[in-house]
């Protein structure tokens, strides 16, 4: 059975849920397991919402740097002032058992069923992966042929052959090699930014050795509206319409 692999969600609960019910039509059969890259709060209105899902719904959920600052677990002081302001806001928002939760989501790299969760990459949970030469210099620290990773918001990812790491485009469907080692990143579900505003997220079929990106619209207007009823900065609210 495929995997449904989610990251980045943000506390965006118009996005999530059209997201699943996107990938519950699109695999009526259900799923082996859900699986989540991280970042289940931050930037958006409705974090109650995302953690009380990833404590149900979930097989695996590892943590992101926006679950660590939004939990107390790291600094502030890394961040812009919109971020900081949000984390501000959703720390005071959240229940004591809900920043307990934050606080004991597990750190990737996290070995799953033959392939890899981690946020970042799987040297650094922080670290961004944005540049095919990024992605070349972590390949030692692979632990196996398929790594899956968020933290950027953009969907694609890297092959990794001897010759040389090359990027990866968000095609709706990538048959695996079996012989290269791959970085796929999922997207973000609440906060896109690769100039599409779609909800992103993958469906891997390990029988298959294939991975499916998919897209899906969502009621971007009514999560928007909720940031700026929230109070949170403006910025937050225009980049949904934007994905970026």
Not at 107 to 136: I, M, W
Not at 155 to 181: A, E, H, V, W, Y
């Amino acid at each position: 059975m495929p995997y449904l692999i989610l990251s980045d969600l943000h506390a965006n609960r118009e996005a999530l849920d059209a997201v699943l019910e996107d990938a519950g039509e699109a695999c009526p059969a259900g799923f082996a397991a859900i699986l989540c890259l991280g970042d289940l709060v931050g930037y958006g209105a409705d974090p109650g919402y995302t953690i009380a899902w990833a404590k149900s719904s979930p097989e695996a959920v590892i943590r992101g740097n926006h679950d660590k600052v939004c939990s107390g677990l790291d600094s502030l002081e890394l961040y812009n002032a919109a971020a900081q302001a949000s984390a501000t806001w959703t720390h005071g928002l959240l229940e004591p058992a809900q920043i307990e939760y934050l606080r004991s989501l597990v750190r990737g790299p996290l070995h799953y069923n033959g392939f890899d969760l981690v946020h970042g990459s799987p040297r650094d949970e922080d670290e961004y992966l944005v540049q095919a030469g990024q992605a070349h210099e972590v390949r030692d620290f692979l632990d196996g042929p398929l790594t899956f990773f968020g933290h950027t918001h953009v969907q694609g990812g890297f092959l990794l052959t001897p010759r040389g790491t090359t990027p990866i485009q968000s095609n709706k469907m990538l048959q695996l090699d079996r012989d290269r080692f791959y970085l796929i990143n999922p997207g973000s579900v609440g906060q896109p930014r690769d100039r599409d505003p779609r909800a992103a997220y993958v469906i891997y079929h390990p029988e298959q050795h294939s991975v499916e990106f998919r897209r899906i619209a969502y009621d971007v207007e009514t999560a928007s509206r909720k940031i700026l009823d929230a109070g949170l900065p403006s910025t937050l609210a225009a980049r949904l319409h934007e994905g970026r």
